[in-house]
């Protein structure tokens, strides 16, 4: 089976900046406000039900959410429980990463993330892409100083649980948690921000990374259409194949924004 961890988000070569020995000591972690929580609790139901109203109404964004609430249900999975978060100082802006599991409730290889912001009439998740202002992106890359993005973003358990199915089976039970795996070209891909983690910090970056997620949304919005006819297919070899051409166009939408990125130095 293909290993995912960031299926088509930029392929960065910084690779890991910095190191434990460079951060600070860990701090005491604040908890994760209930309200967020609760606003995670809503887009479980959301996605589960596929009710894009529901969903619009906590996005970031707001707008086109009938693309994921369509694929989670033709891909048979939804938000399985929050595996870690963070929260800034201030309790604008926090974290989260989640397991998705399957119909049966079985936690998916890949781990989801999410961005939420705190706004006048509440918490939003960055459930679709967004153009991200470089506050948020600068403190999602604070929280995250020191992460290693592999510990979060795959889920080791559910990776040895497929890997023990019988070879002649496996076929079909790849092609179906690929197809589930790769339901992150419905959503906003928010692993990107713990491979970068604190490269994030750093002021050129945020700026660079501002460009990069306008030319992600701006891929999202041009290509919509397509990726709500793929949401609905319920074939997962053929879901995969829709998504070919989409991904390539992404590829050529965010081209170059990691050639631009610094590594961050610390005193």
Known sequence: MKKWLIPFLLVFTLGACG????????EVKAPLPESVEEVYAAYQEALEKGDAESLAALDYDGERTDIPATGAVTRELSP????????????????????MVDEDGNPLPNRLSKVAVKQEDGWKLVVTPAALPKRIIAEV??????????????NAEANARLAEVPEEEAGPIYDRVNAQTDYIALEADNNVFLLLAETLTVEENQETMEGYFEAYEAWYIQNEQALRDAASIEDPVAYLEALDPLKLKLEQAIDGYDEELVEPSFG
């Open 80 to 99: 399985g429980d929050i595996f870690e978060s963070w929260v800034n100082e201030e309790e604008d802006v926090a974290f989260l990463v989640h397991e």
């Open 19 to 26: 190191n434990a020995e460079e951060t600070s000591p860990e």
């Open 141 to 154: 890359g604070e929280m995250l100083v020191g992460i290693e993005a592999s510990e979060y973003g795959v």
